[in-house]
Antibody, heavy 115, light 112 residues
Framework: VQLVESGGALVQPGGSLRLSCEAS????????MSWVRQAPGKGLEWISV???????YYAASVRGRFDVSRDNTKNTLYLQMKSLRVEDTAVYYC??????????WGQGTPVTVSS | DILMTQSPLSLSVTLGQPASISCRSN???????????LNWFQQRPGQSPRRLIY???DRDSGVPDRFSGSGSGTDFTLRISRVEVEDVAIYFC?????????FGPGTTVDIK
């Protein structure tokens, strides 16, 4: 299993960004996939999950601003982020898991929200 | 949300000596199916997290047997029987019983 994130960047407050996670060794549409973030020097925060059937769940901190989706033909997971805030600055990890556990993590992609 | 706490937050251990990390939740982590979804992760400097333990005490493939997990309900422990240099890392517990799944703040383990 390999998960490769991309799309992290420096963005101004209020801006938007889309992260991608290209998966190999698993089929994203057949499993739980999550996004977890880690602010600089801080702990881990589970922010969203998409189930195989397509149901999605979000942490309160990002609900209404972030949207998780997937492209089954590209076996890729996405995280569309809008109305970004300074406190969204973090390394964003794509991960397999979302019901009870996480068993594989990507290498992470850094997002910095700053003016 | 379920609050996860860990103690200590920092631990200095002599090589070859044991280490123990406590993780507590403010609600029972027993799910309706009778299982307890408590996980432990290791994050080495500059790396992504790696799962060590799931369902309290099941060790992942490739994880040295010097790592063990125990506990029940709201009180859990990760033990390293003999700390090695490669164990320098931050250790996080995580509950997967109720959404949103939540992590402990992490315990930093280094060598004395």
């Amino acid at each position: 299993v390999q998960l490769v994130e991309s799309g992290g960047a420096l963005v101004q407050p209020g801006g938007s960004l889309r992260l991608s996670c290209e998966a190999s060794g698993l089929i994203v549409s057949e499993t739980y996939m999550s996004w977890v973030r880690q602010a600089p020097g801080k702990g881990l925060e589970w922010i969203s999950v998409i189930y195989g059937g397509g149901n999605t769940y979000y942490a309160a901190s990002v609900r209404g601003r972030f949207d998780v989706s997937r492209d089954n033909t590209k076996n890729t997971l996405y995280l569309q982020m809008k109305s970004l805030r300074v406190e969204d600055t973090a390394v964003y990890y794509c991960a397999r898991g979302g019901w009870s556990t996480i068993d594989h993590w990507g290498q992470g992609t850094p997002v910095t929200v700053s003016s | 949300d379920i609050l996860m706490t860990q103690s200590p937050l920092s631990l200095s251990v002599t090589l070859g000596q044991p280490a123990s990390i406590s993780c507590r939740s403010n609600q029972s982590l027993v799910y309706s199916d009778g299982n307890t979804y408590l996980n432990w992760f290791q994050q080495r400097p500059g790396q992504s997290p790696r799962r060590l333990i799931y369902q309290v005490s099941d060790r992942d493939s490739g994880v040295p047997d010097r790592f063990s997990g125990s506990g029940s309900g709201t009180d859990f422990t990760l033990r390293i029987s003999r700390v090695e240099v490669e164990d320098v890392a931050i250790y996080f517990c995580m509950q997967g019983t109720r959404w949103p799944f939540t992590f402990g703040p992490g315990t930093t383990v280094d060598i004395k």
